[in-house]
């Protein structure tokens, strides 16, 4: 998966999802993206991210190996689910739970 690809998946989320989508790039001792999504509907916006993130493209590519992804609730880092980790060995949490 290339950088052009990335920024591609980064903008047919950002333009397709119902509600605000704020995309950040930076580089901290490496080049990095986050997605902040913004949801009114948790279990939808875990549908969606499995959908496009975790059984898509990402799934079988070296971003893979790169990536975290967590949703966050109304108490931000202090309420949040682990989907992906590029660590193996961390513990994930169920797309069902919460």
């Excluded at 580089?27 to 913004?38: A, F, I, T």
Aim: charge should be negative; charged fraction near 30%.
């Amino acid at each position: 998966m290339s950088e052009n690809d990335v920024v591609k998946m980064c903008e047919q989320l950002r333009t397709s999802w119902p509600e605000k989508v704020e995309v950040q790039w930076g580089d901290d001792s490496g080049q990095y993206v986050n997605m902040l999504v913004e949801s009114s509907s948790p279990h939808e916006t875990r549908a969606r991210i499995r959908q496009v993130y975790l059984d898509g493209e990402l799934r079988s590519s070296e971003l893979s190996h790169a990536s975290i992804i967590v949703v966050t609730g109304t108490n931000g880092w202090n309420d949040y689910l682990l989907l992906h980790h590029f660590e193996e060995t961390e513990e994930l949490d169920r797309l069902d739970d919460a």
